[in-house]
Nanobody, 121 residues
Framework: QVQLVDSGGGLVQAGGSLRLSCEAS????????MGWYRQGPGKQRELVAT???????KYADFGKGRFTISMDNAKNTAYLQMNSLKPEDTAVYYC???????????????WGQGTQVTVSS
C-alpha cells in the first residue's frame, strides 16, 4: 500500500506565505507525478498545480506567479510554496500522487488527508 501525508497548512494573514509538504511512503516503485488540489467552502475540488515526468508542470491560473510546485524524487516528497496569499486561497489542500507500486503493472492515484489553509484579511 501507499500512503500520502500532507502537512504545512495553517492560519496566515493576506500577503503571507506557506509551504505545504507531501510525503509518499510504502511499496513505491516509481512516482510519475505529484500535485496539489484544493477545496474551498462550498466549492468543488480544483487543481492547484501538478508536476509530472512526462507532462511537465502545470498551474491553475490563480496560482501562476504566486505558487511554485517542486518535487524531491529521492524523498518521494512534493512541496507547494505559496506566496502572496489571498483570503480566496482559503481551502483544504490535498496532495495527489500517480504511483507505480512495486509489482504493479499500472499506475494508481493516491490522495493525502488534506491540510487546512486559512488566509485572513
Amino acid at each position: 500500500q501507499v500512503q500520502l501525508v500532507d502537512s504545512g497548512g495553517g492560519l496566515v494573514q493576506a500577503g503571507g506565505s506557506l509551504r505545504l509538504s507531501c510525503e509518499a511512503s510504502g511499496a513505491i516503485f516509481r512516482i510519475d507525478g505529484m500535485g496539489w488540489y484544493r477545496q474551498g467552502p462550498g466549492k468543488q475540488r480544483e487543481l492547484v498545480a501538478t508536476t509530472h515526468r512526462s507532462a511537465g508542470t502545470k498551474y491553475a491560473d490563480f496560482g501562476k506567479g504566486r505558487f511554485t510546485i517542486s518535487m524531491d524524487n529521492a524523498k518521494n516528497t512534493a512541496y507547494l510554496q505559496m506566496n502572496s496569499l489571498k483570503p480566496e486561497d482559503t481551502a483544504v489542500y490535498y496532495c495527489n500522487a500517480e504511483v507505480f507500486r512495486i509489482g504493479s503493472v499500472a499506475s494508481e492515484d493516491y490522495w493525502g488527508q488534506g491540510t487546512q489553509v486559512t488566509v485572513s484579511s
